[in-house]
């Protein structure tokens, strides 16, 4: 006798899990323009690679000892593979009882759960496909009492942050537990008008607060992404967000034990981009496209912005120079003249530590003028997060290669330093740096001078004048205060040669960063 | 016809006005310059189309968001 009846039965309670919540449901769900779990899944991942953990779960119907049907658990994982790297990933199905937690022996996942421990136990990448609201005050009457806040709670999430790549994609209506979820992560993305995230949704804001307010107002990309920063990037369709997914793990390693991967590079190391020597215009008044300038000097086609739409007086972005992954973070002179307001400071900072965490060593292109000043600033605290910027760079260990491009000024210039490293600042001609830029400081520092002469506006200028030419970088790189000056044409091939040596410094380091002390 | 809303990303004060209502403008072309920050920050097109109202003059305060001219595509 063989077990056939057995693998029949199998195969029988795998075809009720495929129904997902039954065809009206899915038809409901593909009607609001949204894929469901397993679409996601097979649409992300490498074909035939996902190998499905608790695929029978479920709750079953039994008529006189028969099994009729499972309503399959709302949340489908796994193993799969990404571009050929093994990946722990799982999603709530919104078309069982829109994806809310449901009770269990052990969770499949979500928060906490067994997909979150197989990304700790083998050290591979989580990717969350978030579609649920979390949940729901009917549990109560099922337990007959009410539970404690964090009954599933973050404690595996919140530990893998330190260990592997964490990338949390909101694919639906996300309130509650699951929009929590999506913070806890390396990187979050969401979709274009079919995903909202937010604390709590509308009905729960009309009763609070009696606002009325649709929920793609109130959590839509244009409010999560744009103006909170509380999501990081926005796809235009869920087939852009697991584009999206698949790149932003192409730039990781594994886990914090391993390097991210290089990967061969058909652009030549020693590319000297003519450009390069005209893109900073001689009037200091005039902007520039930083973006433009990243593209001349990063690998063909390698950049992959992070947070393009929030804080943009910085841009954040993985690359590549020869191959090898690199974090650049660079002003952007076109957004306030790149000082660092209050959301370019918290998006420095978590890229900072996303790249210190990975072993991702970081080029900054600096142009700050120092941070944003004036009442508005103030009352954001944005002397308060941009010092976080400083300490945060302060404490990150991996190498960080400073490019002074224009301005380099203040607090936010030096946020842009590896002050507790090699301190290695390299400038283009135009480079230009102080405690604050002179315009600003010579009424200030010479104040009665200048009104104790008979012409003050005249001598307020001389000394302007006076202290410009000493501002030349010339004079600083004779002093070998700052430690080279090179033709901007060269910065790639110069850049790349010191990226290439640090590789053997970062293989050193590879292990979970500890980070002591208290951020400001 | 779409009705394109050119808006400054800063704000500051409208610096010098270079294109006047009328006008054929073409994607990356620059409408106007706002000063802030000591800074000229061009108001850049971003598709291509005709100007038809330019919603503030020279010396003007503006505010980061706020629509400064009608394009229509």
Redesign the interface.
Known sequence: MSWEPEANEIAARRRFSEALGGEESVARHHGAGRLTVRERIAALTDAGSFREVGRLTGAATYVDGVLRSVVPAPYVMGLAQIDGRPVAIGGEDFTVRGGTSWGSDRRKGGQGGFVEDLAHEYRIPLVNLIDGSGGSVSSARRRGHTVFPGIHGFEQSAALLGEVPVVCAVTGTAAGGPAGRAILSHWSVMVKDTSQVFAAGPPVVQRSLGQTIAKEDLGGSAVAVDAAGTIDNVAASEADCFQMIRRFLSYMPQNVWELPPSAPCEDPVDRCADELLSIVPRDRRKPYDMRRLMRLVADQGSLFEIQPSFGKAVITAFGRMNGKVVGFIANNPMIYGGAMDVKAARKQTHFVELCDTFHIPIVFLVDVPGFMVGLQAEQAATLREGMRAVYVSLQATVPMLTVVIRKCYGMAGMATCDKNGLDFKIAWPSAEWGSLPIEGGVAAAYRREIAAAPDPKAREQEIEAELRALASPFRTAEAFAVEEIIDPRETRPYLCAFLDAAQGRLAIDRGPKARYGVRP | MANIEARS???GSVWKLLVEPGAAVEAGDTLMLIE???????VIVEDGGRVVAILVKEGDAVAEGQVVAELEG
């Open positions: 990303e800063v704000n802030s920050m000591k800074m000229e920050i061009p």
